[in-house]
Nanobody
Framework: VQLQASGGGLVQAGDSLRLSCAAS????????VAWFRQAPGKEREFVAA????????YYADSVKGRFTISTDDSKDTVSLQMLSLKAEDTAVYYC?????????????????????WGQGTQVTVSS
């Protein structure tokens, strides 16, 4: 699975932004696609994930209610709609794909679950 993230930019606090992750599937379909982010000097953190098999979605508490992860009908693109952006949302955002399955929701929030990573896209929110 090859992933290409896009859509980052510089916005003001309160603005919206939509990130896209284009997935090129060379073999098996991924089990889930997620977005992570990493701010300068901080560890990479989970943002949101969507499962391919049942469409379940998972969100970090910090973005719940503001961010929405979705996929198109062909499941070739995963989007992250970000509303009411805050300065603390500033980070490099990465999309990632996994071929592993688990019944545990926390499984899909861990970076180690994802073997395939796209390049990051910078999101900067000015206050």
């Amino acid at each position: 699975v090859q992933l290409q993230a896009s859509g980052g930019g510089l916005v003001q606090a309160g603005d919206s932004l939509r990130l896209s992750c284009a997935a090129s599937r060379r073999s098996s379909t991924p089990s889930a696609v997620a977005w992570f982010r990493q701010a300068p000097g901080k560890e990479r953190e989970f943002v949101a994930a969507i499962r391919w098999d049942n469409g379940d979605t998972y969100y970090a508490d910090s973005v719940k209610g503001r961010f929405t992860i979705s996929t198109d009908d062909s499941k070739d693109t995963v989007s992250l709609q970000m509303l009411s952006l805050k300065a603390e949302d500033t980070a490099v955002y990465y999309c990632a794909a996994s071929r592993l399955y688990s019944s545990s929701s926390s499984f899909y929030t861990r970076p180690i679950t994802y073997a395939f990573w796209g390049q990051g896209t910078q999101v900067t929110v000015s206050s």
